[in-house]
């Protein structure tokens, strides 16, 4: 799986095969120009000789020079009579044919050019073999530079691929020294176009990966800083259960040691449900659910703590809205929210709705207590803020978070509005309807 390896192999055996091709290409046409070359003698021969001017009789002393040639050069005359020969001992007779021929004699192929002139048949041959001889080391001195440079071309390859892999190896090197504090993004500028995707996904991720550790930080100081403060109050009220003196005074301590146990697990159940709708490490189990069918639940579940209260909790939620999402995150929003809004209304009501927008399925809860002041409507959704409302409530400051939260992992968004009766708060969930 070496990429290095691949590609050498890939382009090593690319170019021997292409080299091997253009060689055999190469060769063949440098032949066969040499053939056309050798085609333009033989004529330029013969139409030398027959454009001079002599007596038949004065052909042998004007071919005087000619044996030194590695051509054949004859003369006949129409009836067939041989009058010049420039090598005796070579036996070749006439063509008879005017041009190019192929002649076969006891010496093997020969090629032949005739012409006539003033009656004679001049005629020059030339071996096969010497014509291939000479063909081929014309051809062979062509391919000689090719030769010499593809194996020069080879180890440039190996050089180059070798070189650019080490970027890789160098990123490779850079990731592998990083500890979980050094999440300092990597140098990219020394860095190929192609290898710049995996760069940026490797910085991004590193840089998710720093968000989702300080987040982490941050929680786990958060949580033993509010978890701190109830086991405190619970160590000092079991002591004050241990000395009391009476029953009495032992009941009562007992109640504030109930009391703050409940406090307790509500933080802790709060600071799971944190922990579950966050981004970096949950994956919710999505499934279709009934919107109305959750929210007739949890009002039904609530609407003992409202009549203790005096409150009357009304629920508008008749017809299904379904929509594909995590049914037990939407029940804790819904928890949520119709926990807070009995929790800080002191009087009058709280109304639960839910219903399908154009888009969208809505959950709403709407109170009559003190509301939110506007400058305060985002902080709200950090957590651990409480409003001074809240902290006298007794909350944990994570509601609203985690409502935000799970909202925001299925695509929709958390409103805090005022209420039409002019006092109070509504609290409008949106989600996407199922399709």
Not at 402 to 416: D, F, K, S
Request: hydrophobic content about 45%.
């Amino acid at each position: 799986m070496s990429i290095r390896r691949r590609l050498l192999v890939w382009l090593l055996t690319g170019m021997l095969l292409a080299g091997l091709a253009v060689t055999v290409l190469v060769f063949y046409q440098a032949r066969s120009t040499a053939n056309e070359m050798f085609d333009y003698q033989l004529k330029q021969i013969a139409l030398a000789l027959r454009d001079r001017a002599y007596l038949p009789g004065d052909l042998a002393d004007t071919l005087q020079a000619a044996e030194g040639l590695d051509f054949v050069i004859q003369a006949w005359t129409p009836d067939g009579r041989l009058v010049y020969e420039s090598h005796p001992q070579i036996q070749m007779p006439a063509t008879g044919v005017e041009g190019f021929s192929d002649v076969r004699t006891q010496l093997g192929t020969w090629r032949v050019f005739a012409t006539w002139h003033r009656g004679l048949s001049i005629q020059v041959a030339q071996h096969r073999l010497a014509r291939d001889a000479l063909a081929f080391n014309a051809a062979l001195r062509t391919l000689v530079p090719f030769l010499v440079a593809l194996p020069f071309m080879g180890w440039l390859i190996w050089v180059l691929v070798g070189r650019e892999v080490k970027v890789l190896e160098r990123t490779a090197q850079a990731v592998a020294k990083r500890t979980p504090e050094s999440l300092e993004p990597i140098d990219s500028k020394a860095v190929p176009d192609e290898v710049q995707p995996l760069v940026g996904a490797l910085n991004g991720l590193m840089a998710r990966l720093g968000e989702a550790l300080g987040q982490q930080r941050q929680f786990i100081a958060d949580a033993a800083h509010e978890l701190r403060t109830p086991l405190t109050a619970l160590r000092l009220q079991l002591q004050l259960a241990e000395r009391a003196k009476d029953d009495a005074a032992r009941a009562q301590a007992h109640t504030m040691l109930r009391e703050g146990i409940v406090r307790a697990t509500h933080v802790v159940e709060q600071l799971l449900a944190l922990a579950r709708a966050d981004p970096e490490v949950a994956n919710f189990a999505r499934s279709r659910v009934d919107l109305a069918e959750i929210a007739r639940s949890v009002a039904e579940a609530q609407r003992p703590a409202a009549e203790a209260k005096g409150l009357a909790l009304s629920v508008s939620a008749d017809r299904p809205v379904e929509t594909t999402a995590d049914r037990a995150s939407l029940r804790a929003v819904m928890e949520n929210l119709v926990d807070n809004a009995v929790r800080y209304t002191a009087h009058g009501s709280v109304e639960v709705r839910c219903y399908a927008g154009v888009n969208e399925a809505v959950f709403e809860v709407e109170d009559t207590g003190s509301g939110i002041p506007a400058e305060e409507r985002e902080r709200v959704f950090d957590r651990f803020y409480r409003s001074d409302s809240a902290a006298e409530g007794g909350g944990s400051g994570l509601g609203l978070a985690i409502v935000r939260r799970i909202a925001e992992r299925h695509g929709g968004h958390v409103e805090l509005l005022d209420s039409p009766r002019g006092m109070g708060l509504v609290v409008r969930v949106s989600i996407p309807l199922a399709p």
